[in-house]
């Protein structure tokens, strides 16, 4: 019992000090390990490359992996909410201020100027993509192809990830990538 209660305990803090996503949590996963021994650092790297590949939140994933490792299922869930709950609350909180705030001149300039940061971080993201994923003439003919149609038919984006990934199955089948 005292196991689930300090899972719970670490995870929440977790959630709540990690800002930055899945990646800023690593420290801490790793400071668990010389804290409780719940698993070495070499089945934490295995966690983190796991959750890398599975899809949804690293941090997430990374909570469900050291839980499911400490506590079985029941950690598994508890770690993983646990890691959540301080975000939940804080959306709440920040919810109820803004709703009260809501015709607040300085409030309503704040969140506007966070549309630009915000764009700016997922050009960002798209650069990156870009430059790890693009990496051939082929795929770059397929990103300009894709790009192209985009414009032109303005389909949801979904439809263009589905149909990019459907040719670069083709073409790497036929080793053309």
């Keep these: 019992m005292t196991t689930l209660i300090n899972l719970f305990l670490e ?62 299922i029941a950690g598994a869930i508890l770690a993983s909410v646990s890691l959540v709950l301080p975000s939940f609350f804080i959306v709440i909180a920040i919810s109820k201020v803004l709703t009260d705030l809501h015709d607040n001149f300085w409030i309503k300039s704040i969140l506007y100027s966070l549309k630009p940061a915000g764009c700016g971080l997922l050009c960002s993201v798209g650069v990156d993509f870009f430059i790890q994923h693009v990496n051939s003439p082929s795929a770059f003919a397929v990103f300009i192809l894709l790009f192209l149609l985009s414009f032109k038919f303005k389909k949801n984006p979904l439809f263009y990830f589905l149909f990019g990934g459907i040719i670069g199955i083709f073409l790497d089948l036929f080793n053309c990538l």
């Design 11 to 72: 995870f929440f803090k977790i959630g709540l000090f990690s800002v930055g996503g899945g990646y800023a949590a690593m420290p801490f996963l790793y400071h668990l390990i010389s804290v409780y021994g719940w698993y070495t650092s070499q089945q934490l790297s295995n966690m983190i490359a796991v959750s890398i590949l599975t899809p949804g939140p690293v941090g997430i994933n990374m909570a469900t992996f050291a839980g499911f490792k400490t506590a079985g």
